[in-house]
Nanobody
Framework: QVQLVESGGGLVQPGGSLRLSCAAS????????MGWFRQGPGKQRELVAT???????KYGDSMKGRFTISGDDAKNTVYLQMNGLNPEDTAVYYC??????????????WGQGTQVTVSS
């Protein structure tokens, strides 16, 4: 099992920045990919960014050039640096981890979510 704890959400003005953190515990050694998803009011959950243990990254289209995902393997933590925030970025941001552990095989864990509100 992998447990995830997010932090860093809050209220920010348009054009501002925030950094989210997600710390993994439990069987963190088994994680293959970590990432962030978000769900805005009345919207479906969407991909924000993912990073593999090897450092390969992937971003949602509207996040490219504004958001940066990074990881610290020693701390089992992934970060999401968000710049140029706009009201459309308002959402609950969820951390996600995909991991492989026997005998279950591949599994996915989710954090509890952290609220990001972009408003003047």
């Amino acid at each position: 099992q992998v447990q995830l704890v997010e932090s860093g959400g809050g209220l920010v003005q348009p054009g501002g920045s925030l950094r989210l953190s997600c710390a993994a515990s439990g069987s963190a050694f088994s994680i293959t990919t970590m990432g962030w998803f978000r769900q805005g009011p009345g919207k479906q959950r969407e991909l924000v960014a993912t990073i593999t243990r090897g450092g390969s990254t992937k971003y949602g289209d509207s996040m490219k050039g504004r958001f940066t995902i990074s990881g610290d393997d020693a701390k089992n933590t992934v970060y999401l640096q968000m710049n140029g925030l706009n009201p459309e970025d308002t959402a609950v941001y969820y951390c996600n981890a995909a991991y492989f552990i026997l005998p279950v095989g591949f599994s996915v864990s989710w954090g509890q979510g952290t609220q990001v509100t972009v408003s003047s």
